[in-house]
């Protein structure tokens, strides 16, 4: 099993390079403070068993009505890869399931 994100901020079009992000369990256990590089990636997160999971992204410098951004998410396949990105923008996101 694998995982990566990716930010985009869509107001610039550009990536969001440096942006804090965390992984934790549903639990609220950090597995990972990680900070995306220059094409807004992070790419060496930790594999991870089936369960309840969740990315949070420090986004205050993008956004000042988000000043985070939290996505929960399921691992249902240790087998597969998950990529979990965010678009961005002063006054809303969106995520959805990559590949």
């Not at 694998?2 to 107001?11: K, M, P, R």
């Not at 609220?28 to 220059?38: F, M, N, P, V, Y």
């Not at 068993?49 to 240790?78: K, N, W």
Request: aromatic fraction near 10%; avoid cysteine.
């Amino acid at each position: 099993m694998s995982l990566s994100t990716h930010v985009l901020n869509a107001a610039t079009g550009r990536p969001a390079e440096g942006l804090a992000v965390r992984l934790e369990r549903a639990d609220g256990t950090i597995l990972a403070d990680k900070h995306t590089d220059a094409d807004g990636r992070i790419k060496d997160l930790p594999s991870l068993e089936p369960g309840a999971y969740r990315l949070i992204f420090q986004t205050g410098e993008i956004s000042p009505f988000y000043p985070t951004v939290t996505i929960d998410f399921t691992v249902t396949d240790a087998a597969e890869h998950y990529h979990v990105p965010l678009l961005l923008s002063p006054y809303s996101f969106s995520t959805y399931r990559g590949s």
